[in-house]
């Protein structure tokens, strides 16, 4: 990857990671504003989770952004973290923090489903 696509990955990721910082920012502040003053605590409850789901993603979403920049700091971007060939520039193009080529993030996402599913099973039999 030549410098300059490099730096054109750095401002979009620079963008989005402002982006994202200012939506965790202001969705904590709901968030607590909401369990304030939470009078139904069962309907507020569903609220809340899915407040914090959503949280969870874009906090998910700013750490792999982070990521990504420091991957350009070390000149490693564009490069798979698991079998080290190079990220097709389309998937770059679509998903500029991507740390996996299209195979390995396949590979990843099944087996964190399986995951899930899992963690869905331990919740549902405790319940
Ligand atoms: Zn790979």
Do not use: Y
């Not at 730096?7 to 994202?20: G, M, R, T, Y």
Request: proline share 2%; glycine share 2%.
């Amino acid at each position: 990857m030549t410098k300059t696509e490099m730096n054109k990955f750095k401002k979009i990721l620079e963008n989005k990671q402002d982006e994202l910082e200012r939506i965790v920012r202001n969705r904590d502040a709901i968030t607590i504003e909401k369990s304030a003053d939470a009078l139904d605590e069962v309907q507020h409850a569903s609220e809340r989770e899915l407040a914090i789901r959503n949280l969870d993603r874009e906090s998910n979403l700013l750490r792999n952004v982070r990521l990504a920049l420091r991957r350009i700091e070390d000149e490693s971007f564009g490069i798979c973290l698991h079998c080290e060939e190079e990220i097709s520039p389309k998937r770059l193009a679509a998903v500029p923090w991507a740390a996996f080529c299209i195979q390995c993030q396949e590979q990843a996402d099944r087996n964190q489903e399986q995951g899930n599913d899992m963690l869905e099973d331990l919740l549902v039999n405790a319940a």
